[in-house]
């Protein structure tokens, strides 16, 4: 089957800008996460969605970055006003619910890199 | 707050032979999972292996085990046999029942040489 899908692949944007970043989680995945790469870094924890509700959001660096999920389905994370040490390779994963969520494997999307100039 | 630790940024391994990455973590939770993840350079994260704290045996898949140790709070990664498709970042994870976000630590570059 099908798995997470993230558009764009890349994005590079000015300084200021606005973007948009899309996440499509496998289908019945109740649990959808954003996470960010700085380069050479560990992957960041950004926001948690289950289904169309977010109850961590404690990741969000700034009040630029927001975050929206459709239902159980797309998930799209806004960063305003994008700034230079936004550039970093932002990841979407999805995952089943259930009393076993923590040992849930997480599934990964390719990331989008953004890059602000 | 719970944190992960991979102190080496680097390691080598000769193909056919075998490796161990090293990662520490530090939680005061008692019920907890513990996950390594491969993430070769098309980006794609890859989960290799899992560990639930509460099971005292080491978690084996194919050529990828680890060793475990609760008390010192350590999860090393042993690949036997490694290829070349082995190379790639490797992060290990952590994750508790009750927060499922996964705290990751800044990884280890492995490289398999011919």
């Known amino acids: 089957g099908a798995g997470v899908s993230q558009s764009p692949s890349n994005k590079v944007t000015e300084k200021g800008k606005d973007v948009e970043l899309r996440c499509d989680p496998i289908?019945?995945?109740?649990?959808l996460y954003w996470y960010r790469q700085r380069l050479g870094q560990g992957l960041e924890f950004l926001i948690y969605?289950?289904?169309?509700?977010?109850?961590?959001k404690s990741g969000l660096p700034s009040d630029r970055f927001s975050a929206e999920r459709t239902g159980e389905s797309v998930s799209t994370l806004t960063i305003q006003r994008t700034q230079q040490e936004d550039s970093a390779v932002y990841l979407c994963a999805s995952s089943l619910p259930g009393l076993l969520a923590g040992g849930n494997e997480q599934f990964f999307g390719p990331g989008t890199r953004l890059t602000v100039l | 707050a719970q944190t992960v630790t991979q102190s080496q940024p680097e390691m080598s391994v000769q193909e056919a032979e075998t490796v161990t990455l090293s990662c520490t973590y530090d939680t005061s939770e008692s019920d907890y999972y513990l996950f390594w993840y491969k993430q070769p350079p098309s980006r794609q994260m890859i989960l290799v292996i899992r560990?639930?704290?509460?099971?005292?045996q080491n978690a084996t898949e194919n050529r990828f085990s680890v060793n475990f140790q609760k008390a010192a709070k350590s999860f090393s990664l042993k690949i036997s046999d490694s290829q070349l498709g082995d190379a790639a970042m490797y992060f290990c994870a952590y994750r508790t029942g009750a927060n499922s976000k996964l705290t990751f630590g800044k990884g280890i570059t492995l490289s398999v040489r011919p």
């Open positions: 969605f289950q289904g169309n509700s977010a109850p961590d």
């Open positions: 289908s019945g995945h109740t649990a």
């Open positions: 560990q639930e704290a509460y099971k005292q």
